[in-house]
């Protein structure tokens, strides 16, 4: 059995490079949390907090964000995707419940598909399964153009007026601004590559019903980068799936109502626990 060291902004070697994480809590079945473009994993500290004393938590740095630094690969969902993989396989982790924001859900909903075996549960939040469409992806082109001539600031400041619901803007200055500074911390590099990676991104609409895992789909009310409809969508389309939506809240339902998106979480959770534990007495009715 591997040893395993706990705490926050730990470091560990995989598929050359340094991934950071906070690895929090202590149970059977980690929860995983994986952040959205172009944040880090400090988005889910209220989550952490909330769940550590009941779970294992952890949360990651995506390859290229945060402290997980990386300014010379070619990023892609299917790469970050094999990074998650190997992170799990590196600290002897052989099943978990992945948790993903936006970018983070397409890496989830990408890994279930890639790697079943290693998910117990998914919890999907402010995502969604469609590739882009055309005229998003040129868009997304343009401003890669623009970023790499002159820089990500005028990005960067659109990006985080859109991903909050309006009031928040107003009523929540300290957490707008707390993610703004996530956000200026990435390298031009960072926030291109991984525009090029959320363009090239295939669907995995058509590999919803496949998963037969319990799946949670939480969106905010006011998201309007990957609007409530496309959650409706995942949830009809996915068999074994919990839907819960948050009110006064735009693309981070988690940052903006945190103690509402914690309870779904802990709510969910909990049936994922009493799944488990009516497997095991079946399984021990066989013998």
Same mark, same amino acid.
């Given at each position: ?14 598929? =050359?490079?340094?991934?950071? =994480? ?266």
């Amino acid at each position: 059995m591997k040893t395993v060291t706990q705490g926050r902004d730990l470091s560990i070697p995989i598929n =050359y490079f340094n991934l950071s =994480y906070d690895d929090l809590g202590e149970g059977d079945l980690p929860i995983i949390f994986l952040h959205g473009f172009p944040f880090d994993k400090s988005m889910w500290q209220e989550q952490l907090e909330a769940l550590a004393p009941s779970y294992r938590v952890i949360a990651c740095d995506i390859r290229g964000f945060g402290k997980s630094r990386d300014e010379v690969t070619s990023f892609s969902i299917d790469l970050f995707s094999i990074d998650l993989a190997r992170f799990m396989n590196a600290l002897g982790i052989k099943k978990a419940i992945i948790c993903g924001l936006s970018m983070g859900g397409y890496i989830a909903l990408n890994f279930q598909k890639k790697y079943p075996e290693l998910v117990e549960a998914l919890i999907l939040c402010d995502t969604q399964c469609i590739s882009d469409p055309k005229d998003v992806k040129e868009g997304r082109l343009l401003e890669i153009n623009d970023i790499e001539e002159n820089g990500p600031a005028k990005f960067n400041e659109k990006f985080i007026r859109k991903v909050f619901y309006e009031d928040s803007l107003t009523q929540k200055k300290e957490v707008v601004e707390e993610l703004k500074k996530v956000v200026d911390a990435n390298s031009t590099h960072i926030i291109a590559e991984g525009l090029r990676a959320l363009s090239a991104r295939t669907e995995t609409c058509s590999s919803l019903s496949d998963i037969p895992v319990p799946t949670l789909i939480i969106c905010g009310r006011e998201d309007q980068v990957t609007p409530l409809a496309q959650s409706e969508f995942m949830h009809r389309a996915t068999e074994n799936s919990y839907f819960r939506v948050i009110d006064k809240a735009g693309h981070v339902s988690n940052l903006e109502q945190p103690e509402i998106f914690n309870q779904h979480l802990k709510d969910f959770l909990a049936k994922v626990t009493d799944m488990e534990e009516e497997n095991r007495v079946q399984e021990r009715s066989w013998f």
